[in-house]
């Protein structure tokens, strides 16, 4: 089973960037696929952005509610995906996650980490 820590969150001011990592560890995380999700206050977790597994044809998918200013990309020699995000708003203060799915970006995913804060304020 993989086990996944995310970094990178903090506090940004509105339209700034973030790029959030999530490295993994574990022997499985080439063939999982991983998301990318958010839970703000009060709200219920909001799936963000999906890369599956990089042993065959990489699939990307990215929710609307960020397409455009969002972008999940993989680095398989660091063991890690990224969220790189862009134009940020108020309302994207949340706690942000990663997690693993070893049966595709529509699948199941059963390995979660323990999130990072992003906060965005003036």
């Known amino acids: 089973q993989v086990q996944l820590v995310e970094s990178g969150g903090g506090l940004v001011q509105p339209g700034g960037s973030l790029r959030l990592s999530c490295t993994a560890s574990?022997?499985?995380?080439?063939?999982?696929?991983i998301g990318w999700f958010r839970q703000a206050p009060g709200k219920g977790r909001e799936e963000l952005a999906c890369i599956s597994s990089s042993e065959a044809e990489v699939l990307v998918y990215v929710a609307d509610a960020v397409q455009g200013r969002f972008t999940i990309f993989r680095d398989v020699d660091k063991n890690t995906v990224y969220l790189q995000m862009h134009s940020l708003k108020l309302e994207n203060t949340a706690i942000y996650s990663c997690?693993?799915?070893?049966?595709?970006?529509?699948?199941?995913?059963?390995?979660w980490g323990q999130g990072t804060q992003v906060t965005v304020s003036s």
């Open positions: 997690a693993a799915a070893s049966d595709g970006c529509y699948g199941s995913f059963g390995s």
């Open positions: 574990g022997s499985t995380f080439d063939s999982d696929a």
